[in-house]
């Protein structure tokens, strides 16, 4: 049987110190097996994006066991956690684009790593993942030219051009339409099942709960039940 692509056990987090701290997660426990699509759901503030961040291993665990492709991230060192990272795809509510770059430069950025892929196979590579995500004639546009939607859409082809074993996603589809929104998290679903990554998706967007396998709910950092 597989290993779990993400396996937490009694994970509490807080922020401040002293009388200032302020539990923010209370003992979490959650397991992600590969091919899984996973939303979370939950009001804003109640822990959903320090949860997704701890996962990546964008924070350092404090309290409990947090295992991501095999690895435990408490007390790893950074090494360890760069490598698993870059078995991630991260899409962020803010692009985090480079103005500097095209359309086409900004997605091949995720390739950089890849050397067994030569240059023109990273082209052609951000260009396909491109025209996934509906940008086919935007390839070679700069940020400044394109709307906050189509942004979101390069950063989301950005995570997924190089088939990530994991896929963290924090409110992807907040800045698309319906129709972007729905083809965007599709092919999110596909690469789940075909390349039996997992997906772990926080939302607010009740247009997109149907492609998942499971729906978890948190509140006041607790993860409170599971809706299938």
Known sequence: MAEPIIAIQDLTHSFGRGVLRKPVLSEISLTIEPGEVVILMGPSGCGKTT???LIGGLRSLQEGSLRVLGHEFKGARQGRLRQVRN???FIFQDHHLLK???A???VMMSL???RQWSLQQRREAAIAMLDAVGLGDRVYYYPDNLSGGQKQRVAIARALVAQPRLVLADEPTAALDSQSGRDVVTIMQRLAKEQHCAVLIVTHDNR???????ILQMEDGRLQSVLQ
């Not at 997109?208 to 499971?214: E, T």
Request: net charge neutral; aromatic share 0%.
């Open 51 to 53: 949860l997704l961040t």
């Open 100 to 102: 500097c770059l095209s």
């Open 112 to 114: 950089k790593l890849h």
């Open 104 to 106: 086409q430069q900004n």
């Open 208 to 214: 997109i709960l149907d492609v998942a396998d499971r």
């Open 87 to 89: 078995q991630i795809g």
